[in-house]
């Protein structure tokens, strides 16, 4: 048995029980016991007893007075707690007891309340109990996640504001472990820390990687009803970070976000999660977020809509991201440089020009800088309209807002020019941009030179930019040979065309049947049957058959497209209506 006396106040430690005495201030006894009980994995539960006396107990910051039945019970885990005496003249005498006298006591748990030691060190070692006297304050100690432990102080101070006010301030300071121990302190004494101590010291905690913690703490807080929509926001975030997106997804599930169950969230908490998705580019959450905020009578800030805008546009959902827009407006927020620009491409998508064309004038006459993407998507949009002289007023307020014009760019302006079936000045653009900014030609812009000779029947330009382009070592795609045999086609030079087409297979590029059905009407108008057969033996397709057959009875061989009609049929393939026709008109004209 051990005994320790501090002041007036006398306790009395058992293996069996703890018995506490209180001596008043004219030495008489007045007595209240504390019974210790051991429990499994060596949890400790102390439950007080009647106390007899009427005068003032203090129990950790918690005061009590008898006589009254405490039922606090105390569940300590690593706990380092130590009583020391605080001495006076009367009882000096008896300070040597204490330094001859220990127990070990093995606790699991920090309970919410202490007793009142001040200077008893408890270990974990067993299940046996030990009391070991010393000379610091009280502490309870606690071994963290990171290496140091924590300390639970006994409170001379028992403000909750003044608590909170410090709480606050070492969190912002990042004096983690200041703050955690004041905190835990302050839940050891019955006392509670305000919303925004609590919340400052998640954000502590988050902020030096301490998730565990910060969920004990956000429980505690939801436990006592004093989160607010910044506590879920900084929760969410940090368990995404550290655990994905799934993870918080499921912990917002859980704290009934999409139920319609009253909640406490706020359009923070949704402006999080939207936030969230927009990382791995889930629209498909995102709408949902959106549908439940306004199901729960919130209205979106501007954070929100550029979020919305920006998720929706970068999905290709472009009517999600038009509907967020008009949304926005209508709530008279004012978009973003980010969030116009987004909308841009997605009117550019949807093909609405003229609603695009007015917000990039918005944005010019509020002094704000359109970015190159949104200039080249109005122009591609321009051109694919045939608004030819909008698209080349977009191009020079490029240069006026100090933007370099690249390929896309110049693949708009050319494309607006083809669309409008200004084939030469498609020509004459192309060799400016080749003489001007060679490093800026690409496959497109060649292909689209090319179309313009293909329609101008410029054979030989053609067969030139095909040798300029595979000279400039840049991938030649089937479609590039297509437009160059088609040229020839239309220029009558069936020959040439089928150079193109061995100069095409030699490369190791695959014809297709526009290829085959260029190069075989090209060898019908220019009367080149054996490469007719040559063709059809290469490639059996019925397109191919079709086209053969119509030729030769547009040519006057009958009796030649009879005999491919036969053949066709006796293979199992059944011609067109135009092919069909032709033949009964012919056998018509025979009898």
Not at 6 to 31: E, H
Not at 245 to 250: E, H, K, M, T, V
Not at 275 to 302: A, F, Q, Y
Not at 464 to 489: D, G, K
């Amino acid at each position: 048995m051990g005994e320790v006396l501090s002041n007036s106040v006398s306790v009395i430690i058992a293996s069996s029980g703890f018995a506490c005495r209180q001596n008043n201030l004219y030495g008489r006894p007045s007595t209240s016991s504390y019974t210790i009980c051991c429990r499994k994995h060596g949890c400790v539960m102390l439950h007080g007893s009647t106390v007899k006396s009427k005068r003032c107990i203090s129990f950790g910051c918690l005061r009590t007075k008898g006589p009254q039945r405490l039922h606090n019970s105390i569940i300590a885990s690593n706990i380092v707690a130590s009583i020391e005496p605080v001495t006076t003249s009367e009882d000096v005498r008896e300070n040597h007891l204490i330094e001859r006298r220990e127990e070990f006591l093995d606790l699991d748990f920090v309970g919410s309340n202490l007793p009142p030691w001040r200077n008893v060190v408890v270990q974990q070692g067993g299940s046996d109990v030990e009391v070991k006297s010393g000379n610091q304050p009280l502490a309870v100690s606690r071994k963290m996640a990171f290496g140091s432990e924590i300390r639970v102080q006994f409170l001379e101070e028992a403000n909750e504001e003044i608590l909170s006010r410090r709480v606050l301030m070492l969190s912002r300071s990042n004096k983690v472990r200041s703050a955690l121990e004041l905190y835990e302190s302050m839940k050891c004494s019955g006392l509670q820390p305000n919303v925004h101590a609590c919340n400052s010291l998640l954000s502590c905690l988050i902020r030096n990687g301490l998730l565990d913690y910060a969920l004990r703490v956000f429980e505690f807080m939801r436990t006592n009803e004093i989160t607010t929509g910044h506590s879920y926001s900084l929760i969410l975030k940090a368990v995404e970070h550290a655990q994905g997106f799934d993870s918080a997804l499921d912990m917002f599930v859980g704290f009934g976000g999409y139920s319609r169950q009253k909640k406490d969230f706020d359009v923070i908490v949704y402006n999080t999660m939207i936030s969230v998705c927009g990382k791995v580019n889930n629209w498909i959450e995102t709408e949902k977020l959106w549908r439940s905020m306004k199901e729960d009578g919130l209205i979106g800030t501007r954070v929100t809509y550029s979020l919305l805008v920006c998720i929706f546009a970068r999905c290709s959902q472009n009517e999600l991201a038009l509907d967020a827009y008009n949304e926005m407006i209508q709530n008279g927020l004012e978009p973003g440089d980010d969030v116009t620009q987004a909308v841009i491409g997605s009117c550019t998508r949807e093909g609405k020009w003229d609603l695009a064309l007015n917000l990039f004038e918005n944005m010019l006459n509020s002094r704000l800088k359109p970015n190159l993407i949104s200039c080249n998507a109005l122009i591609n949009s321009l051109g694919k309209a045939g608004e030819v002289k909008l698209a080349f007023k977009v191009h020079g307020i490029i240069k006026i807002l100090g933007h370099t014009p690249d390929a896309y760019t110049w693949n708009g302006l050319l494309t607006a020019l083809y669309k409008a079936n200004q084939h030469a000045d498609t020509l004459q653009l192309f060799e400016s941009i080749k003489t001007e900014q060679s490093s800026e030609l690409n496959v497109h812009l060649y292909n689209t030179a090319l179309m313009a000779c293909q329609k101008l029947g410029l054979w030989e330009k053609s067969l030139q930019l095909l040798w300029q382009m595979e000279t400039s070592e840049l991938p030649v795609s089937t479609s590039s040979y297509n437009v160059v045999i088609r040229a020839c086609e239309i220029a009558r030079k069936p020959k040439i065309a089928l150079q193109v087409y061995e100069h095409m297979v030699h490369r190791k590029c695959t014809p297709d049947t526009f290829t085959y059905l260029s190069l075989i009407r090209g060898c019908i108008w220019g009367s080149l049957w054996a490469e007719v057969e040559e063709i059809l033996e290469v490639a059996p397709d019925i397109s191919l058959y079709n086209a053969v057959i119509q030729g030769m009875c547009l040519r006057g061989k009958f009796e030649s497209a009879k005999k491919l009609y036969t053949r066709m049929r006796e293979s199992g393939l059944k011609p067109d209506g135009k092919t069909r026709a032709l033949m009964l008109q012919n056998l018509q004209r025979k009898i």
